[in-house]
């Protein structure tokens, strides 16, 4: 199945598939300029509209998300280069106290794959475990500013601010 199908039956958006096929396109223009922290992932924001927007993260080896969910944001991630390993984890607790949830299994995702979120019990965790860098496009829909991470050991969570190290035009590059 080409690319733009399997947005299609995900999204269900025209408008969503519309820029992560920009994205997913233009990624050899912006692919130099993105962050790169070692043993770390960085986020960029390539669209932002009132309703969305468009991040691209690059995973360096051996880079490691907390568990989180997305908050409020429903998500698509498509994976553009290397392997990322997703460790997948529901919420069984009312969120007002002890946290409680139990690992429900994991996919690895390859160049193309789509992982989506639609919501704030759907918990992960993101694994580089490859010895090369990983590259993959997140739309949040609404705009993510604020999720929640977990403490496996403490069975606590925090809220924590979404944010990027730079932001890109996509426009721009694409031009």
Same mark, same amino acid.
């Given at each position: 199945?080409?690319?733009?199908?399997? #947005?299609?039956?995900a999204?269900? %958006?025209?408008?969503?598939?519309?820029?992560?096929? !920009?994205?997913? #396109?233009?990624?050899?223009?912006y692919?130099?300029?993105? =962050?790169?922290? =070692? @043993?770390?992932?960085?986020?960029?924001? #390539?669209?932002?509209? /009132?309703?969305?927007?468009?991040?691209?993260? *690059?995973?360096?080896a051996?880079?490691?998300? =907390?568990? *989180?969910?997305?908050?409020?944001?429903?998500?698509?991630?498509?994976?553009?280069?290397?392997?990322?390993?997703?460790? &997948?984890?529901?919420?069984?607790?009312?969120?007002?106290? $002890?946290v409680?949830?139990?690992?429900?299994?994991?996919?690895?995702?390859? =160049?193309? %794959?789509? %992982?989506?979120?639609?919501?704030?019990?759907?918990?992960?965790?993101?694994?580089n475990?490859?010895?090369? $860098?990983? @590259?993959?496009?997140?739309? @949040?829909?609404? /705009?993510?500013?604020?999720? &929640?991470?977990?403490?496996?050991?403490?069975?606590?969570? !925090?809220?924590?601010s979404?944010?990027c190290?730079?932001? #890109?035009?996509? %426009?721009?590059?694409?031009?």
């Amino acid at each position: 199945m080409i690319r733009g199908e399997l #947005l299609s039956r995900a999204m269900g %958006d025209s408008e969503y598939v519309s820029a992560m096929e !920009r994205a997913a #396109l233009a990624f050899s223009k912006y692919r130099s300029q993105l =962050p790169a922290i =070692p @043993y770390a992932y960085t986020r960029t924001r #390539l669209i932002e509209m /009132p309703h969305f927007e468009v991040v691209v993260m *690059h995973w360096a080896a051996g880079s490691v998300s =907390p568990i *989180h969910d997305h908050g409020d944001s429903r998500c698509w991630v498509l994976l553009l280069e290397g392997s990322l390993d997703v460790e &997948n984890f529901e919420r069984e607790d009312d969120g007002s106290g $002890t946290v409680a949830m139990r690992p429900t299994g994991s996919l690895r995702l390859e =160049p193309d %794959d789509l %992982d989506f979120r639609f919501g704030p019990r759907e918990l992960h965790r993101v694994v580089n475990s490859g010895a090369k $860098t990983a @590259y993959s496009l997140q739309l @949040y829909a609404s /705009p993510i500013s604020t999720y &929640n991470v977990f403490d496996e050991h403490t069975l606590t969570s !925090r809220i924590v601010s979404a944010t990027c190290e730079l932001q #890109l035009d996509l %426009d721009a590059l694409s031009s």
